[in-house]
């Protein structure tokens, strides 16, 4: 089977009721393909038109006894468009996989409306409706997200999108479901490449744990974290890890000592052995901290590949909303997630204080410098389709 790509278009309704994590759940883990790229598009009126017009000449499915090209045209138009009254945009969720077959399995992760729609096998069957009147008529629709059935209606989609989201790059403003004016702060989420060893649930889950917040996201991107980035962004953390080892080292190195010769240390002593081992051991866990969130190991990668994208994945979120900060850093817990408490992201998925789920911005600066570095406006998706289709 070849290797394709495939799309899902998490709908502004999805968005706005916070089923974004259960639908990413179902599609990495039904799947297991992988997730390459991730955007939050505001679409304008013209690429709404134009997607919809596209749905509706790519025409049925048959066996689902819905007119499911004509249903989703008409959605489309009414609700991805911007609100008549205030001209404020939707978002939508752009997904792309990549993988073998993976237009097919994206299909049917996804699910077709169905005259009857009473179970829970697929991402519409859950988080999508389709309610018909005594007549039969379809009196109202929810696909929850809308793919394409074929590699080439999937290539074509792309490249529409695709430009769109070269346009609405970055951080979203004026939507329709997002809070805005005094008061309203940006803060980013990123989930660490220990979500994404396989495909599973835990991005999607991690992301649903989030939404108790009440924020929106407004921005969001895949991304493989270079060394020069990595290297900034936890850069404040090198001088901390150095002081921090200082005493450790003293104390370990101490009781080695003692152990081996049989006397007792001066206290001066455990001073100047902590301050000549800590700050070595502080940079070798800097290091090791590089090493997991870019898959490279600092010091052996020449400086001239330190621009290189890195081997491990990360999915950067921005959310939007009132008090974000503090709110986000009580939902996600305490660096180390053995004194996190139950129900906190760390709690349930972090192993130590490395490889704990996720990072979260700490102040306004703070979320301000590291969108800067992880280039949250910056879109990869053109490389992908240049990748596949030329």
């Given at each position: 089977m070849a290797n394709e790509l495939a799309y899902a278009l998490i709908t502004p309704y999805s968005l706005m009721k916070s089923r974004t994590g259960g639908i990413i759940s179902r599609f990495m883990n039904r799947t297991s393909l992988e997730l390459v790229a991730t955007r939050l598009i505001a679409p304008g009126q013209e690429l709404i038109e134009a997607y919809a017009k596209m749905l509706e000449r790519h025409g049925d499915i048959e066996g689902t006894g819905v007119n499911e090209a004509e249903l989703l045209s008409k959605y489309v138009l009414t609700h991805f468009s911007p609100d008549e009254k205030t001209g404020q945009c939707r978002r939508v969720m752009l997904l792309m996989?990549?993988?073998?077959?993976?237009?097919?399995?994206?299909?049917?992760?996804?699910?077709?409306?169905?005259?009857?729609?009473?179970?829970?096998?697929?991402?519409?069957?859950?988080?999508?409706?389709?309610?018909?009147?005594?007549?039969?008529?379809?009196?109202?629709?929810?696909?929850?997200?809308?793919?394409?059935?074929?590699?080439?209606?999937?290539?074509?989609?792309?490249?529409?999108?695709?430009?769109?989201?070269?346009?609405?790059?970055?951080?979203?403003?004026?939507?329709?479901d997002v809070p805005s004016g005094e008061g309203v702060e940006h803060t980013l989420v990123m989930l660490k490449p220990d979500n994404f060893k396989f495909a599973s649930v835990r991005p999607g889950t991690i992301i649903d744990i989030f939404s108790q917040s009440g924020l929106r996201i407004v921005a969001a991107k895949i991304d493989r974290m270079s060394i020069a980035e990595a290297l900034e962004f936890y850069g404040p953390v090198r001088n901390v890890l150095r002081e921090k080892k200082k005493t450790q080292a003293g104390e370990l190195s101490k009781?080695?000592?003692?152990?081996?010769?049989?006397?007792?240390?001066?206290?001066?002593?455990?001073?100047?052995?902590?301050?000549?081992?800590?700050?070595?051991?502080?940079?070798?866990?800097?290091?090791?901290?590089?090493?997991?969130?870019?898959?490279?190991?600092?010091?052996?990668?020449?400086?001239?590949?330190?621009?290189?994208?890195?081997?491990?994945?990360?999915?950067?979120?921005?959310?939007?909303?009132?008090?974000?900060?503090?709110?986000?850093?009580?939902?996600?817990?305490?660096?180390?997630?053995?004194?996190?408490?139950?129900?906190?992201?760390?709690?349930?998925?972090?192993?130590?204080?490395?490889?704990?789920?996720?990072?979260?911005?700490?102040?306004?600066?703070?979320?301000?410098?590291?969108?800067?570095?992880?280039?949250?406006?910056?879109?990869?998706?053109?490389?992908?389709?240049?990748?596949?289709?030329?």
């Open positions: 996989f990549e993988g073998e077959d993976a237009v097919a399995r994206v299909n049917k992760a996804l699910g077709r409306f169905r005259t009857t729609m009473q179970s829970a096998e697929s991402v519409r069957d859950t988080h999508g409706d389709l309610v018909r009147d005594a007549e039969g008529n379809v009196v109202f629709i929810e696909p929850a997200a809308i793919t394409s059935v074929t590699v080439e209606q999937t290539r074509e989609v792309l490249r529409l999108w695709a430009d769109a989201s070269e346009e609405n790059c970055g951080i979203q403003e004026n939507l329709k009781r080695s000592i003692e152990r081996e010769l049989g006397y007792t240390l001066p206290a001066e002593v455990e001073a100047k052995l902590g301050d000549l081992i800590g700050p070595e051991v502080g940079d070798r866990q800097f290091n090791e901290l590089v090493q997991f969130m870019t898959g490279k190991w600092a010091p052996d990668c020449p400086p001239e590949e330190h621009d290189q994208p890195g081997h491990s994945r990360i999915l950067a979120l921005v959310y939007c909303g009132h008090n974000a900060v503090k709110k986000i850093r009580d939902i996600l817990g305490p660096t180390d997630p053995s004194k996190a408490a139950p129900g906190s992201v760390r709690k349930e998925y972090g192993q130590d204080v490395m490889v704990n789920a996720a990072h979260a911005s700490d102040s306004l600066e703070n979320a301000k410098r590291e969108m800067g570095i992880i280039k949250i406006h910056k879109d990869g998706i053109q490389k992908l389709l240049k990748k596949h289709y030329g």
